[in-house]
Every structure is written in C-alpha cells, then in structure tokens.
C-alpha cells in the first residue's frame, strides 16, 4: 500500500526558509505527477507545486519565484524548497500523489517573528 511521508515544516522567521521532503513508500514513483498542496487555518486546502515524473514544473501565483518544487526519483522523494517565507503561508503542507491520490500526513510551516 502506497504511502507518503512529508518532513522539514517548523517555525520560521518571515524572509526565512525552509525545504519540505516527502518520501514515497511505493513501488513505483518515476511515472507519477506528484503536488505539494497547503491548508491554513480555516481556509480550504490549495495546489501549491505540481512536478511531472520528468522534472516539470508548476507553481501557483502567490509562490512563483519563492518556491521550487523538485524530485529525486532513485530516492523516491519530493521536495518543496521555499525562500522569503511570509506570515500568509503559514499552512500545513501536504504531498500527494496526483495519480494514486493518495497524500501525506501533512507537515506544519509557521512563519512568525
């Protein structure tokens, strides 16, 4: 049974970064769209980052130039590398597999001074 596990989230200080990781327990991951999606309190879970099993890349607006989403398939692991936090993307982030569906457990980010 496929299953995700996301790591890196914590406290940040606005302008900060940090690089979430998500490791696929799966026996196969190179073929698959993976996304990095996040929910904030009280607000409804949102795509952040998609990558395609070759490397491609999508970002929603508000992080374009902040976030990088990449991929390590021998290592069956995804990554969210974010720059220049702000307190509005203080969420928990979620990986999911976008063509099982299956998602993480979820990692918090708090960005705050």
């Known amino acids: 049974q496929e299953r995700l596990v996301e790591s890196g989230g914590g406290l940040v200080q606005p302008g900060g970064s940090l690089r979430l990781s998500c490791v696929a327990a799966?026996?196969?991951?190179?073929?698959?769209?993976m996304a990095w999606y996040r929910q904030a309190e009280g607000k409804e879970r949102e795509l952040v980052a998609a990558?395609?099993?070759?490397?491609?890349?999508r970002y929603v607006r508000s992080i374009q130039g902040r976030f990088t989403i990449s991929r390590d398939n021998a290592k069956n692991t995804m990554y969210l590398q974010m720059t220049n936090l702000k307190p509005e993307d203080a969420a928990v982030y979620y990986c999911?597999?976008?063509?099982?569906?299956?998602w993480g457990q979820g990692t918090q980010v708090i960005v705050s001074s």
């Open positions: 999911r597999n976008l063509g099982s569906g299956v």
């Open positions: 799966t026996r196969i991951f190179n073929i698959y769209q």
């Open positions: 990558i395609t099993g070759d490397g491609i890349a």
